[in-house]
DNA sequence: TTTGATGCAAATGTTTTGCATGCAA
DNA sequence: TTGCATGCAAAACATTTGCATCAAA
């Protein structure tokens, strides 16, 4: 990767999100990076989630309640968002290849792929 | 529906989102208004943007790229994002029920929905 | 007349950015 | 030594909200 060089700070935040199964926010990486590394700024940590998101290092997931959360695992998965407690769940399932032939039919453009975003309740908010 | 009335402003509102097949954010709604109600305010704007999707009447979509956008019919169907010229297009394909139930597999709480979005070229950008 | 809706402006929340300094290579 | 990364603070955006006034019912 030219021109980018290492910084500890960039290693922290990779180092959190690898460690949780949350899917934290901006804000929430911040807190927790700052445990360790007192000074470093909310600044930074968005131009590193930005630099980590680009080079496919991280998953950045929009969920479309107010922030943007970050996903340690790149690898492709999909998400689930409870909408008692707003957590956001891994599910496991197989990638969704057909879909993209389904829309792709009577669509004169070109389907590169998907974002999918379940709902529902978690299994704590079921009960 | 207890509580709401009239307004020309949301109307206007209503009419424009009707009329095109754009899916315009809320500052393209507040534009095109402003051509009939030369007056009214974002705020305004933003207030029944909000009130017509609670009501169902309106569908807002969230595309990850900085505003949400609208739609003026409220039928769920699913969209494409062009990563080209970032127009958002509908797609004419039916109601993908099945994958709630691959996510709903081996997952401890309750699916009960889904958002889709597609990518890529748009039938303008892919030449 | 009553109560919800509006216009305006200020406030909020999230994310980005300019710049002087710090640190990796 | 060179240039990317950082911390800090200000700026940029998108959206919401308080309040006095307006208008629908």
Redesign the pocket.
């Given at each position: 990767m030219a021109?980018?060089?290492?910084?500890?700070?960039?290693q922290a935040i990779m180092d959190y999100l690898c460690s949780t199964k949350e899917h934290p926010?901006?804000?929430t990486v911040y807190t927790n990076v700052r445990l360790h590394?007192p000074?470093?700024?909310?600044?930074?940590?968005?131009?590193?989630?930005?630099?980590l998101a680009e080079e496919g290092e991280i998953l950045r997931l929009t969920c479309g309640d107010?922030?943007?959360r970050f996903d340690g695992n790149p690898k492709p998965h999909y998400h689930f968002l409870c909408n008692g407690c707003q957590r956001v769940l891994d599910l496991a399932m197989e990638p969704l290849n057909h879909i993209d032939i389904l829309a792709a039919a009577g669509f004169d453009g070109i389907i590169e792929g998907h974002t999918v975003l379940f709902h529902g309740k978690c299994p704590d908010c079921k009960k």
């Open positions: 021109g980018v060089k290492f910084s500890r700070q960039r926010t901006a804000e590394y000074n470093v700024s909310l600044g930074t940590v968005y131009r590193n989630l930005n630099l107010g922030s943007d």
